[in-house]
Nanobody, 123 residues
Framework: VQLVESGGGLVQPGGSLRLSCAAS????????MGWARQVPGKGLEWVSG???????YYADSVKGRFTISRDNAQKMVYLQMNSLKPEDTAVYYC??????????????????WGQGTQVTVSS
């Protein structure tokens, strides 16, 4: 199982970024996917999840600004982040759960994690 994130970087407040996660080594179309983030010195925070049927869920802190999506043919999951704020600065991780539905909580029950990509929101 491998998850590889990309798309992080430095962006000004109010800007946008799109994170990508390339999946391999498991049946992607049958797996719920998610994104979480971590600020140094703090715990991992669930951000968003998407089920195999395309249903999407978001943390209150990102609702209305972030959009999760998936492409089963390409085995990709994306996180479009708009109206970014300095408090969105974190390492963002892609996660997979080998079931059709998973709420994302508890985070430690995800089956596999990527290596993370840094997102920095600063002027």
């Amino acid at each position: 199982v491998q998850l590889v994130e990309s798309g992080g970087g430095l962006v000004q407040p109010g800007g946008s970024l799109r994170l990508s996660c390339a999946a391999s080594g498991f049946t992607f179309s049958s797996s719920a996917m998610g994104w979480a983030r971590q600020v140094p010195g703090k715990g991992l925070e669930w951000v968003s999840g998407i089920y195999t049927d395309g249903s999407t869920y978001y943390a209150d802190s990102v609702k209305g600004r972030f959009t999760i999506s998936r492409d089963n043919a390409q085995k990709m999951v994306y996180l479009q982040m708009n109206s970014l704020k300095p408090e969105d600065t974190a390492v963002y991780y892609c996660a997979a759960k080998m079931t059709a539905y998973y709420s994302g909580r508890p985070l430690e029950d995800y089956d596999s994690w990527g290596q993370g990509t840094q997102v920095t929101v600063s002027s």
